[in-house]
């Protein structure tokens, strides 16, 4: 598995259209095989702060999300709406760590 965070500072005017843009993106990124959850996250306290968390079932499930209509016309759309460029960071699952296990614990919550 792969988990990747992506920090996002958007510019404070553009909040609602860039969290509608990544909600259309998320949407269907929770569709694609491989990908196991595809969260958007907003800071409570600055609401232009926003984390994707993003886990797939492995590099190249994530490689292909990228190759995606819907990541192409988000990453388009939100270039101009950030305050600086969006970095990312990966990890690795330590617990859960099965793949069934996340999809479970989801559920359960549900």
Do not use: C
Request: net charge negative.
């Amino acid at each position: 598995m792969l988990i990747v965070h992506v920090d996002i500072a958007v510019e404070p005017g553009r909040v609602d259209e860039f969290l509608r843009a990544t909600i259309e993106n998320a949407t269907a990124s929770i569709q694609e095989p491989g990908v196991i959850r595809f969260d958007a996250i907003q800071d409570e306290a600055d609401p232009a702060h926003v984390v994707l968390v993003e886990i797939y079932t492995g590099a190249d499930a994530a490689a292909t999300h990228k190759e995606t209509a819907h990541y192409a016309t988000w990453r388009d759309t939100v270039a101009e709406m950030m305050a600086r460029p969006r970095s990312s960071t990966k990890y690795t699952a330590v617990f859960p760590v099965a793949e069934a296990d996340w999809s479970s614990a989801a559920s359960d919550r549900a």
